[in-house]
């Protein structure tokens, strides 16, 4: 059985990953990001608010220019 990784997991993984840009975190970095937490929510692995909290955690993320939403909403 896959176990359901946790927000605080997830948040300090996010985390840590960002730091090392150190501000300067590169779009393709963020849509990685964005695509991940996409597969998790996409299986139930995590909920929408966890979903919603951890992109909030992305610089820069617009959910109006995200191929990862338009994806997820087949467009």
């Given at each position: 059985?896959?176990?359901?990784?946790?927000?605080d997991?997830?948040?300090?993984?996010?985390?840590?990953?960002?730091?090392?840009?150190?501000?300067?975190?590169?779009?393709?970095?963020?849509?990685?990001?964005?695509?991940?937490?996409?597969?998790?929510?996409?299986?139930?692995?995590?909920?929408?608010?966890?979903?919603?909290r951890?992109?909030?955690l992305?610089?820069?993320?617009?959910?109006?220019?995200?191929?990862?939403?338009?994806?997820m909403?087949?467009?």
């Open positions: 059985m896959i176990e359901k990784p946790s927000y997991e997830l948040s300090s993984r996010i985390k840590k990953n960002l730091e090392k840009y150190q501000g300067d975190v590169p779009r393709h970095v963020i849509t990685c990001w964005e695509g991940y937490l996409a597969g998790l929510l996409e299986w139930s692995l995590i909920s929408v608010d966890v979903n919603d951890l992109r909030g992305l610089p820069g993320v617009d959910v109006d220019d995200s191929p990862v939403v338009d994806i909403l087949g467009n």
